[in-house]
């Protein structure tokens, strides 16, 4: 009888370890983030362009006058990347490129009488990301360097009217650096979407209008956007 016990007690667990195995073998293992990816974004952004004259030359007022312009408008562009992933942390690189469309103007025709306008177009970012998931839910911070296409135009309006002496246009390229971070959701294999802010910052631009007077025009954005990722 005790044989007999002792055999069924092997039997049994020789079974349940076979099915265990089994078991594990065949179980799935979560959503694998590891590997690289390409996609398409849309979404929103505002900004603003702080111009401040040091001398009060520029916009003929006093010395430290300042003149705000507020941006915004609709964007898109596509992004490509590789994850890396050590348990339930992710680490990676990805690369944006696309079109910004922040732009507005202020004409102040009261005093001080002061017009602005400014516009970001084409831009890239190369970004380092972090983040933690849980299974095929992603949270994550990213930054790195970012660079834009831009377009200024501030001055003095005399009479409601531009002044031609008094005024100053730039456009060109700009290099500077943006933070973010998001939230990102596998629904399938090979197939992620995410909801994603980020801040940039371009620093400072310099304008010279034709009398030589100076000003300074601080140049920034946020962005809100959604994205579609295929990975492979």
């Not at 979407?193 to 954005?221: C, P, S």
Request: hydrophobic share 35%.
């Amino acid at each position: 009888m005790k044989r007999l016990l002792l055999a069924s007690t092997f039997l049994a667990a020789a079974c349940g370890g076979t099915f265990a195995a089994d078991v594990i073998e065949t179980a799935p293992a979560g959503f694998v983030w590891s590997g690289g990816y390409v996609g398409i974004n849309a979404g929103y952004g505002w900004g603003r362009g702080n111009a401040v004259d040091p001398t009060g030359d520029f916009f003929e007022e006093d010395a430290g006058q300042t003149l705000d312009v507020d941006s915004h408008g609709f964007l898109g562009g596509v992004q490509a990347g590789y994850n890396w992933q050590s348990g339930a942390f992710v680490y990676g690189v990805e690369a944006d490129l696309g079109y910004l469309g922040v732009k507005g103007d202020n004409f102040v025709v009261e005093d001080p009488d002061n017009f602005g306008s400014t516009k970001l177009g084409v831009y890239g970012d190369l970004t380092a990301r972090l983040g933690f998931a849980t299974d095929s839910l992603l949270i994550y911070a990213k930054g790195g360097v970012a660079a834009t296409h831009y377009k200024l135009s501030y001055g003095d309006l005399d009479g409601g009217d531009i002044d031609p002496d008094s005024n100053a246009s730039k456009s060109g390229g700009r290099v500077g650096y943006t933070i973010g971070g998001g939230v990102e959701w596998g629904f399938s294999d090979k197939w992620t979407t995410k909801l994603e802010y980020q801040y940039f910052d371009f620093g400072k631009v310099g304008l010279t209008d034709n009398d030589g007077d100076k000003a300074k025009v601080k140049i920034d954005a946020h962005t809100i956007k959604i994205g579609l990722n295929y990975k492979f």
